[in-house]
Protein backbone atom coordinates (compact mmCIF):
# COMPACT_ATOMS: atom_id res chain seq x y z
CA UNK A 1 0.00 0.00 0.00
CA UNK A 2 2.94 2.40 1.02
CA UNK A 3 4.52 1.38 -2.69
CA UNK A 4 1.10 2.25 -4.26
CA UNK A 5 0.56 5.99 -2.54
CA UNK A 6 4.42 7.04 -3.22
CA UNK A 7 4.26 5.93 -6.74
CA UNK A 8 0.90 6.91 -7.44
CA UNK A 9 0.45 9.43 -5.06
CA UNK A 10 -0.56 12.67 -7.11
CA UNK A 11 -3.44 10.74 -9.07
CA UNK A 12 -4.58 9.62 -5.91
CA UNK A 13 -4.85 13.00 -4.61
CA UNK A 14 -6.56 14.56 -7.61
CA UNK A 15 -8.63 12.13 -8.38
CA UNK A 16 -10.41 12.06 -4.89
CA UNK A 17 -10.41 16.10 -5.27
CA UNK A 18 -12.02 15.50 -8.62
CA UNK A 19 -14.65 13.41 -7.47
CA UNK A 20 -15.16 15.70 -3.89
CA UNK A 21 -15.90 18.81 -6.26
CA UNK A 22 -17.94 17.39 -8.42
CA UNK A 23 -20.15 15.15 -5.54
CA UNK A 24 -20.16 19.45 -4.13
CA UNK A 25 -21.10 20.63 -7.62
CA UNK A 26 -24.24 18.43 -8.04
CA UNK A 27 -25.50 19.16 -4.82
CA UNK A 28 -25.03 22.71 -4.84
CA UNK A 29 -26.41 22.85 -8.67
CA UNK A 30 -29.45 20.14 -7.73
CA UNK A 31 -30.61 22.86 -4.95
CA UNK A 32 -30.21 25.88 -7.45
CA UNK A 33 -32.24 24.13 -10.04
CA UNK A 34 -35.01 22.72 -8.34
CA UNK A 35 -35.33 26.37 -6.50
CA UNK A 36 -35.27 27.66 -10.18
CA UNK A 37 -38.03 24.80 -11.16
CA UNK A 38 -40.04 26.03 -7.98
CA UNK A 39 -40.09 29.61 -8.52
CA UNK A 40 -41.44 29.10 -12.22
CA UNK A 41 -44.27 26.35 -10.91
CA UNK A 42 -42.25 23.45 -12.42
CA UNK A 43 -41.85 20.23 -11.14
CA UNK A 44 -38.46 19.69 -9.03
CA UNK A 45 -36.29 16.31 -9.66
CA UNK A 46 -34.85 14.01 -7.15
CA UNK A 47 -31.08 13.97 -6.69
CA UNK A 48 -30.62 11.08 -9.36
CA UNK A 49 -32.94 12.58 -11.78
CA UNK A 50 -31.13 15.96 -11.84
CA UNK A 51 -27.34 13.92 -12.58
CA UNK A 52 -29.25 12.87 -15.71
CA UNK A 53 -30.54 16.45 -16.58
CA UNK A 54 -29.10 19.36 -18.74
CA UNK A 55 -28.82 21.57 -16.38
CA UNK A 56 -26.46 19.40 -14.29
CA UNK A 57 -24.56 17.43 -17.80
CA UNK A 58 -24.04 20.75 -19.19
CA UNK A 59 -22.03 22.40 -16.31
CA UNK A 60 -19.79 19.24 -15.86
CA UNK A 61 -19.18 19.05 -19.87
CA UNK A 62 -18.61 22.84 -20.49
CA UNK A 63 -15.86 23.21 -17.86
CA UNK A 64 -14.54 19.89 -19.03
CA UNK A 65 -14.24 21.52 -22.34
CA UNK A 66 -12.02 24.30 -21.69
CA UNK A 67 -9.87 22.07 -19.75
CA UNK A 68 -9.03 19.39 -22.33
CA UNK A 69 -8.73 22.75 -24.61
CA UNK A 70 -6.04 24.16 -22.14
CA UNK A 71 -4.04 21.56 -21.90
CA UNK A 72 -4.45 20.03 -25.69
CA UNK A 73 -3.24 23.80 -27.02
CA UNK A 74 -0.54 23.96 -24.33
CA UNK A 75 1.10 20.38 -25.14
CA UNK A 76 0.80 21.35 -29.12
CA UNK A 77 2.07 25.11 -28.60
CA UNK A 78 5.07 24.00 -26.31
CA UNK A 79 6.30 21.64 -29.37
CA UNK A 80 7.46 24.81 -31.09
CA UNK A 81 6.64 27.97 -29.07
CA UNK A 82 9.38 28.92 -26.37
CA UNK A 83 9.54 32.07 -23.24
CA UNK A 84 12.86 32.37 -21.98
CA UNK A 85 13.20 31.81 -18.26
CA UNK A 86 9.95 29.62 -18.24
CA UNK A 87 10.44 26.25 -16.70
CA UNK A 88 7.24 25.69 -18.87
CA UNK A 89 9.08 25.80 -21.85
CA UNK A 90 11.47 24.13 -23.64
CA UNK A 91 14.95 25.60 -24.04
CA UNK A 92 15.66 28.16 -27.09
CA UNK A 93 18.00 24.88 -28.14
CA UNK A 94 17.21 21.52 -29.26
CA UNK A 95 16.16 19.15 -26.43
CA UNK A 96 15.83 15.42 -26.05
CA UNK A 97 12.07 15.44 -26.74
CA UNK A 98 13.03 16.47 -30.21
CA UNK A 99 14.70 13.65 -30.99
CA UNK A 100 12.93 11.56 -33.77
CA UNK A 101 11.92 8.34 -32.09
CA UNK A 102 12.60 6.06 -35.57
CA UNK A 103 16.44 6.92 -34.40
CA UNK A 104 16.18 6.66 -30.79
CA UNK A 105 14.95 3.21 -29.82
CA UNK A 106 15.21 2.31 -26.75
CA UNK A 107 15.05 -1.01 -25.04
CA UNK A 108 12.03 -1.09 -23.48
CA UNK A 109 10.68 1.57 -25.87
CA UNK A 110 6.86 1.56 -26.14
CA UNK A 111 5.06 -1.16 -28.70
CA UNK A 112 4.30 1.62 -31.69
CA UNK A 113 7.93 2.86 -31.44
CA UNK A 114 9.67 0.08 -32.52
CA UNK A 115 6.61 -1.24 -34.98
CA UNK A 116 6.93 2.39 -36.54
CA UNK A 117 4.93 3.78 -39.62
CA UNK A 118 1.79 5.37 -39.26
CA UNK A 119 1.58 3.24 -35.66
CA UNK A 120 4.25 5.72 -34.79
CA UNK A 121 3.08 8.65 -36.91
CA UNK A 122 -0.25 8.13 -34.42
CA UNK A 123 1.94 7.64 -31.30
CA UNK A 124 3.95 10.84 -31.26
CA UNK A 125 1.46 12.88 -31.56
CA UNK A 126 -1.26 10.76 -29.43
CA UNK A 127 -1.16 13.35 -26.19
CA UNK A 128 -2.50 16.25 -28.23
CA UNK A 129 -4.95 14.14 -30.37
CA UNK A 130 -6.18 12.65 -26.50
CA UNK A 131 -6.66 15.55 -25.82
CA UNK A 132 -8.53 17.33 -28.54
CA UNK A 133 -10.89 14.28 -28.62
CA UNK A 134 -11.91 14.98 -25.12
CA UNK A 135 -12.24 18.25 -25.97
CA UNK A 136 -14.57 17.21 -29.15
CA UNK A 137 -17.13 14.86 -27.11
CA UNK A 138 -16.85 17.23 -24.16
CA UNK A 139 -17.86 20.37 -26.86
CA UNK A 140 -20.93 17.62 -28.20
CA UNK A 141 -21.98 16.86 -24.50
CA UNK A 142 -22.43 21.25 -23.83
CA UNK A 143 -24.26 21.55 -27.23
CA UNK A 144 -26.32 18.44 -26.57
CA UNK A 145 -27.65 19.17 -22.92
CA UNK A 146 -27.32 23.10 -22.89
CA UNK A 147 -30.13 22.67 -25.60
CA UNK A 148 -32.07 20.23 -23.06
CA UNK A 149 -31.46 22.95 -20.75
CA UNK A 150 -31.80 25.88 -22.74
CA UNK A 151 -35.19 24.21 -24.70
CA UNK A 152 -36.55 23.75 -20.26
CA UNK A 153 -36.19 27.64 -19.87
CA UNK A 154 -37.37 28.37 -23.06
CA UNK A 155 -40.99 26.11 -22.89
CA UNK A 156 -41.16 27.87 -19.17
CA UNK A 157 -41.30 31.23 -20.53
CA UNK A 158 -43.82 30.60 -23.53
CA UNK A 159 -40.33 29.64 -26.47
CA UNK A 160 -39.85 26.68 -28.22
CA UNK A 161 -37.80 24.04 -27.79
CA UNK A 162 -34.18 24.49 -29.77
CA UNK A 163 -31.94 21.64 -31.24
CA UNK A 164 -28.69 21.24 -30.59
CA UNK A 165 -27.40 22.53 -33.69
CA UNK A 166 -29.76 25.91 -32.76
CA UNK A 167 -28.09 25.79 -29.79
CA UNK A 168 -24.92 26.27 -31.32
CA UNK A 169 -26.23 29.56 -32.96
CA UNK A 170 -27.41 31.06 -29.20
CA UNK A 171 -24.78 33.35 -27.60
CA UNK A 172 -25.59 31.87 -24.71
CA UNK A 173 -23.39 29.18 -25.48
CA UNK A 174 -20.82 30.48 -26.58
CA UNK A 175 -20.61 33.24 -23.63
CA UNK A 176 -20.58 29.72 -21.61
CA UNK A 177 -17.57 28.42 -23.93
CA UNK A 178 -15.66 31.83 -24.37
CA UNK A 179 -15.98 32.67 -20.51
CA UNK A 180 -13.95 29.15 -19.52
CA UNK A 181 -11.68 29.44 -22.34
CA UNK A 182 -10.36 32.71 -21.69
CA UNK A 183 -9.97 31.90 -17.99
CA UNK A 184 -8.21 28.86 -18.83
CA UNK A 185 -5.67 30.68 -21.32
CA UNK A 186 -5.46 33.24 -18.47
CA UNK A 187 -4.32 30.01 -15.94
CA UNK A 188 -1.65 29.35 -18.34
CA UNK A 189 -0.42 32.73 -19.24
CA UNK A 190 0.48 33.26 -15.41
CA UNK A 191 1.82 29.87 -14.84
CA UNK A 192 4.21 30.60 -17.95
CA UNK A 193 5.01 33.94 -17.29
CA UNK A 194 5.05 33.71 -12.87
CA UNK A 195 7.15 30.97 -12.96
CA UNK A 196 10.36 32.98 -14.98
CA UNK A 197 10.22 35.27 -11.64
CA UNK A 198 8.83 33.19 -8.77
CA UNK A 199 9.31 29.26 -7.37
CA UNK A 200 8.34 26.64 -5.56
CA UNK A 201 11.00 24.21 -3.81
CA UNK A 202 9.89 21.25 -4.38
CA UNK A 203 7.95 21.46 -7.27
CA UNK A 204 8.58 20.09 -10.89
CA UNK A 205 6.80 23.54 -12.45
CA UNK A 206 9.18 25.51 -10.69
CA UNK A 207 12.72 26.06 -11.38
CA UNK A 208 15.17 25.23 -8.69
CA UNK A 209 14.92 27.89 -5.90
CA UNK A 210 18.87 29.41 -6.56
CA UNK A 211 18.20 28.98 -10.65
CA UNK A 212 18.55 32.41 -12.25
CA UNK A 213 15.36 34.24 -14.02
CA UNK A 214 16.70 33.86 -17.28
CA UNK A 215 16.98 29.82 -17.06
CA UNK A 216 14.38 28.26 -19.26
CA UNK A 217 13.02 25.14 -19.09
CA UNK A 218 12.49 22.36 -16.39
CA UNK A 219 16.59 20.85 -16.12
Known amino acids: MRRIWRENGLTIVTLALFLLFVGGQTVAGWHEHNQDQEEHGQPTLDYVEYLGSGHSIEALSENAESEFLQMGLFVWLTTFLRQKGSPESKKLGPEEVDKDPRRDKQRGS ?86 IFLRQRGSPESKPVAAPNSRTGSD
Open 110 to 195: PGPVQRGGVVLRIYENSLTLAFLVLFLVSFTLHAMSGAASYSEEQIAHGGAAVSAIQYLATSRMWFESLQNWQSEMLSVLSLVVLS
